[in-house]
Nanobody, 124 residues
Framework: QVQLVESGGRLVQAGDSLRLSCAAAGRAFSGAGMGWFRQAPGKEREFVAAISRGGSITRYGDSVKARFAISRDYAKNTVYLQMNSLKPEDTAVYYC?????????????????WGQGTQVTVSS
């Protein structure tokens, strides 16, 4: 069992930066791939970023490439999402999740445990 707690979401203005954190409780963190997804009202959950078990592989959704960066801290059992040049269309609830297979997967089906989400709102 892995428990995930996201934090860092808040109201910001377009062009601002924000860093989300996802703290994992449980022994599976170091062996799992980690991902960030988001869901806006009325839309499907969208892949944002993922990082592999060892941290050497990262993947990003097309809409966030070159603006967002995912990283992980094994000592703190935490994965981060640095978001720069935020746009109103980035507004969503952001979720982190664990992939037991260890890969930087893009599909929601690869992820087993999910956090409760943190709200990011970007005003224009």
């Amino acid at each position: 069992q892995v428990q995930l707690v996201e934090s860092g979401g808040r109201l910001v203005q377009a062009g601002d930066s924000l860093r989300l954190s996802c703290a994992a409780a449980g022994r599976a963190f170091s062996g799992a791939g980690m991902g960030w997804f988001r869901q806006a009202p009325g839309k499907e959950r969208e892949f944002v970023a993922a990082i592999s078990r060892g941290g050497s592989i990262t993947r990003y959704g097309d809409s966030v490439k070159a603006r967002f960066a995912i990283s992980r801290d094994y000592a703190k059992n935490t994965v981060y999402l640095q978001m720069n040049s935020l746009k109103p269309e980035d507004t969503a609830v952001y979720y982190c999740a664990t992939s037991p297979g260890g890969s930087a997967a893009m599909a929601t089906t690869a992820y087993t445990y999910w956090g409760q989400g943190t709200q990011v709102t970007v005003s224009s």
